[in-house]
Each structure stands twice: as C-alpha cells, then as structure tokens.
C-alpha cells in the first residue's frame, strides 16, 4: 500500500507537531518569533523529547519541542489538542523544570537567562475569552501592575475558530493555517513544505499511523479496563501525558503520580 496517497497528515497532529519543530530549525525560530514578537538568535535542540528529572519529587516531564538559542534562552513549544485541566499549574511547572534544568547545569541565579512556554491550542479556547493570545508575565498587583522582571514568559494562543481575529498579520497567517491548513505568505509556506516532504516518507507516515492505531486501541481498551491500567500501558507504549490524559480523563498529575509509582 502506497501510503502517499492517503489523507495528508497535518501540523495539528500531535506527533507531526514535533517532527515539523525539530526539522529545520532556521523555520523554528522564525515561528517562535513570530509567536513571541521577538526576533530570537539561532535555535538549537536543548535535546530530542528531553526528560528532565526533578530532583525533589523524581518526576519526568518530556517536552514535545525543547530548544534554546545562541544566547542561552529557553523555548518550549506545546501542541494541546484537547481542553487542558489545570492549565495554569502546567505553566507554572513547565517553568520550573526549565529553571531547574539551567541550574543543574551549573548556572548561578543572577545569570539565569528569560524562558518561554508557548501553549498552542487547536480545537477549544482554553481560558474562554475568545483572544487568540494570551500573553502571561508576572506583575507587582499593588503597585500598578509593574512588571516583575523574573525572565519567565508564558504564551498561550487560541488557534481554533473559536476566537477574534488579530491585528498582527503574521499571527494571523500562523492562525488560518493550524486552524484549516491554508498557507497565507512565507512562513507557513516554509511551514508546509516541511509537513509536505514529511508526508512523502512512507516509514514516518507508518510510524505515525501506528501511533494514531495504537490510540484508537488504547481509547477501545479504556472502557474494558480501569483508567489507570490503560495509563500504564500507554506510558510503556511512550505516549505523552497529554495525550494519555485526553484518552483515559486522568489528571496529568495524577499519570505522572503512576509513573513514579511504576518507576519504584
């Protein structure tokens, strides 16, 4: 069977995502500063699907697009396809574990460089306010909301239909193609033809429809087993928590709570 001839896998699949996002990475900084509004030195992988362990609680957390650039800046690129529970506590831990990652590599804390969760969603508006994005810095409350400048910087953006178009052209451009597909100028043409010539490779396009099969099966599963044994073979099969999560209903916590658990 020619599997090129099938139905074309798209960026809004969870693991094209992170194929696309560590194929080039010259396109990987123009879209994260595109996202950001910030133009971003050259980018590399801090390390494929890195697992970094918290050395506190011994919890992993595996980053779907990890990377930093030449000046020594975080980026962690998040694809979420489904609503996300406790979303500002993820933000919150995702920032730390990149913080703590710095740090175990021996940098002092006046030296800490800026770090970047980019939450990107594609079905729902997870905070329901109908903006495309939603920018998140820590502020003084009581003294006029002035910036607290700790380096952390955290994005979410609403790429589904289900939210008010922007002023900014590029984040437009970036929207309509997550959303439908549609290439609209350069960048999500670079974009594109990345995901085309993924497409054109039967063995990535196999592996990503085991990944999708296996799934399907997983999901059939749940309803015959109890949640947390579906979650367990999930994370022996390598699915994400999110993914694991969206499947069983399982809080991420209480997955990662299991794979400590499992790990003892």
Known sequence: MNLRNMKKITVRNHFAFGSVFTQDMEVTREFISALIGKEISKVTLAEKEKVIQDTSEGKGKRFDVYLKDKEGESFDLELQICDEESLEKRVRYYQSV??????????????????????????????????????????????????????????????????????????????????????????????????????????????VMTWEQEKEILKDVYYEMGKADVALAMLRKGFDIPVISEITGLSQEKIIELQKEKTE
């Open 98 to 207: 990149m913080t703590m990652d710095s740090l175990l590599k021996g940098e002092k804390y006046r030296n800490l460089k800026d770090s970047y969760v980019i939450f990107i969603f594609t079905e729902k508006d997870p905070l329901k306010k109908g903006w495309t994005v939603y920018e998140i810095n820590n502020t003084i409350t009581n003294h006029d909301n002035r910036p607290f400048n700790d380096g952390m910087h955290s994005y979410i953006f609403n790429f589904s239909n289900d939210r008010v178009k922007t002023a900014d052209p590029l984040i437009e451009e970036i929207a309509q193609y997550f959303y439908n597909g549609d290439v609209r100028g350069e960048l999500t043409g670079k974009i594109d033809s990345i995901v085309n010539e993924l497409n054109e490779n039967d063995s990535w396009r196999e592996k």
